[in-house]
């Protein structure tokens, strides 16, 4: 009952935790740019000139600092408040946003923004989505930015459809400061994610292609590359994603391209916190960056994940385990109780199926463990945390075949488990037709002993 207590408030807790993220929804952004464009792109003379013998000049000359929370009004009206702060090479400013979204239908909603700076001035603006079919939505919006020089307004205007289940496409108008048109086919699958996207406007126009490759792995492991070109240049991107740990998302992204040169992206999306550094490393496409910024990451990321991560995340489990371990002690020693005071009333079922199995040279169960079983790859300090179960399977024994569903054994008459919170196995070393065999079976995988080749070899005997 003081299992039960304890995993009902830890669950409550992560309730209200999850109710108070949904309410207030808080996302924010942190992007670091970094200049390291002098370990690439110096020259000998200068490298001499420069003071301290010449070391590297490494430089944050951008930053860029945003946050939003959301504040419900009632059940259809919500109040957003967002800021952010960008300094460039030791200039910069801020602004501060207010925007109200009211739910019209369950077809669609709209929202006024409301804004000042103090570089830009300020920003009324008006926004609308409408679901126009099942298939098919529609957004708009419009603004007007006040400064010094005027008034700049500014419209857009998007239309998405559902081309398949998988695929949609998108159609987009600006007008303003940028206009373009730009038209856009997003293919997205469980194992991966395709962009095509073609844009014309004034000052830029391009074509831009990506894709996103997804392993199908615990850690949602992920790699992609685009490549876009246009009136600017062109630009080559490739780069990976890994989940790290329950909540943080860790990618790097190499961009190649002219004359942008080469920079590596560092991305860190700590649940709705993301974190961003942007390194310039050369303003020329130079071999030797292209090759720091494609292995250094990688490098530095195993080293990280085998000297830092990996130990404290095995640290932190056997911690868990250990006090999950001390919790529930005496709840193992009353089933440990339980289950040898099972094994008594099991001998005389026990002798009587023997004699009727070895009479007709049927499944005898020679030996049998559940639990945990040190292998050859497992830590030094384990050891193996296992029980004596050959005669409750015996006793579970019945006209030469022995069957056991998808559960967890540990709730089998005469079984308890000795290892609570650890991954456990059954291994049992049986005769069937005056044949030896040898089974390893997981913890919740079903058995059926014998299968049905055995019933086959023994009848080809």
Request: one cysteine or more; proline letters at 3%; aromatic letters at 8%.
């Amino acid at each position: 009952q003081t299992e039960i207590r304890e995993e009902y408030e830890r669950l409550q807790r992560e309730r209200d935790e999850r109710r108070l993220q949904q309410r207030t929804n808080p996302k924010g952004t942190i992007s670091v740019g970094i200049d390291a464009t002098d370990l690439f792109d110096h020259y000998e003379e200068d490298f001499e000139e420069m003071p301290g013998g010449g070391f590297p000049h490494i430089e944050i000359n951008r930053m860029h600092i945003s946050q939003s929370i959301e504040a419900p009004l009632t059940t259809t009206d919500t109040a957003v408040l967002s800021g952010s702060l960008t300094t460039h090479n030791g200039n910069g400013g801020g602004n501060i946003n207010l925007c109200l979204r009211r739910v019209t239908s369950t077809r669609g909603w709209g929202e006024l923004e409301f804004g000042a700076g103090d570089i830009r001035g300020p920003l009324f603006g008006m926004k609308v989505f409408r679901n126009v079919t099942a298939r098919c939505f529609v957004t708009a919006q419009c603004g007007m930015q006040f400064s010094s020089r005027g008034v700049r307004p500014s419209a857009s205007t998007m239309m998405a459809r559902h081309l398949d289940q998988n695929t949609m496409g998108y159609l987009q108008w600006r007008w303003g400061s940028e206009s373009a048109m730009t038209t856009s086919i997003v293919r997205d699958t469980k194992t991966s994610h395709f962009t095509l996207a073609l844009q014309l406007g004034v000052p830029h126009s391009y074509l831009m292609m990506s894709y996103q490759y997804k392993f199908q792995d615990e850690d949602q492991t992920k790699v992609k590359g685009s490549v876009k070109t246009g009136f600017f240049g062109t630009v080559v991107e490739y780069g990976a994603e890994r989940k790290i740990s329950r909540h943080s998302v860790l990618s790097a992204t190499v961009s190649i391209g002219v004359p942008q040169g080469v920079s590596l992206k560092i991305r860190l999306n700590r649940a709705s916190q993301t974190y961003l550094f942007p390194i310039h490393l050369t303003d020329q496409i130079l071999p030797s960056a292209v090759f720091y910024a494609t292995v250094g990451p990688l490098v530095v990321y195993l080293a990280v994940q085998k000297l830092i991560i990996t130990p404290y995340v095995r640290a932190q489990k056997e911690q868990e385990l250990e006090k999950q371990r001390v919790d529930s002690a005496s709840d193992i020693a009353k089933k440990k109780n339980e289950a040898e005071s099972a094994l008594v009333l099991m001998q005389e079922s026990v002798r009587r199926i023997i004699e009727a199995e070895e009479s007709k040279m049927g499944l005898i169960i020679l030996n049998a463990w559940y639990g945990k079983f040190v292998t050859d790859n497992s830590q030094k300090q384990e050891r193996a945390k296992v029980i004596d179960v050959t005669v409750p399977l015996q006793c579970l024994v019945k006209d030469s075949k022995l069957i056991l569903t998808e559960a967890s054994k540990a709730g089998l008459p005469g079984f308890y488990d000795p290892c609570v919170g650890e991954e456990k196995s059954l291994k049992l070393l049986y005769q069937f037709r005056g044949v030896l065999h040898q089974v390893l079976s997981g913890d919740t995988e079903a058995l059926r002993i014998p299968k049905q080749c055995e019933y086959s070899k023994a009848s080809e005997i």
